[in-house]
């Protein structure tokens, strides 16, 4: 962290993790020996663009992801990772914001800090998200039937971190349940809104731990870091 450090990060980890099964938050399962959650706080801890941390912890969980917090602070999540994000956004007056899923214990301090210096420096967006181009052949299927293949040109998988303009994040987080509970990232809300968002290319493994499988994969990966 550097003195003049500018952002706020927020970590999503309110999850309860049930695909992946672990019989507790996914936030607090174990990976290449650590929480998942700790893979993202040390990114955070050395990124030079973060000021201060706050974590979307699992209600009830609060106490345990405060025992690996370290300086980060701690608040309750909420029913959907919107409402978790809000709950950790209150009070919070740096700018800009980060939000981070705790499921992606890959970004690294780099990335965290590029988004942030590049959101910073350009003028004309509300949000900068972390994304790669997809690879994969897409099709539409109703039913188990394809209806078409969606040319995949303009495609983007979508990852975090995403950085924010404060205050414009706050204001479409004030959304009534049903939107929250609908938006699997915060962008979306901005794109709703009219907001700019752009992405910031990210080819570097970035998995979102949600199964068995996913954790492996994962796993492996951060054993064999340098
Ligand atoms: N998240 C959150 N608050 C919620 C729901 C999800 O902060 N109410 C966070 C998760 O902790 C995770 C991120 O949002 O870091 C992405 O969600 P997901 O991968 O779906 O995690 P879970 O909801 O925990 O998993 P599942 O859907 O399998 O229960
Ligand atoms: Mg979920």
Known sequence: MSADALATAVIAAAGSGERLGAGGPKAL???????????????????????????????GHEEEIGAIAGSASVVPGGASRSESVANALEGVESEPVVVHDAARPLA??????????????????????????????????????????????????????????TQPLREVLDADAVTRAAATDDASLIEAAGGVV?????????????????????????????
Do not use: M, Y
Not at 30 to 59: D, F, K, N, Y
Not at 205 to 223: F, G, M, Q, Y
């Open 108 to 165: 690294p301090p780099e990335l965290f800090d590029a988004i942030v210096g590049k959101l910073v420096h350009d003028e004309d967006c509300e949000a900068l998200i972390a994304a790669t181009p997809v690879a994969d052949t897409l099709k539409r299927a109703l039913a188990g039937r394809v209806i078409e293949t969606v040319p995949r040109s303009e495609l983007w998988a979508v990852q975090t971190p995403q950085a924010f303009r």
């Open 29 to 59: 399962a174990a990976v290449a020996g650590r929480p998942l959650l700790a893979w993202s706080l040390a990114a955070l801890e050395g990124a030079e663009s973060i000021g201060t941390v706050v974590i979307a912890a699992p209600p």
């Open 198 to 226: 752009r992405v910031f290319r990210w080819d570097e493994p970035n998995l979102k731990v949600t199964s068995r499988a996913d954790l492996a994969i994962a796993e492996a990966l951060l054993k064999n870091r340098p």
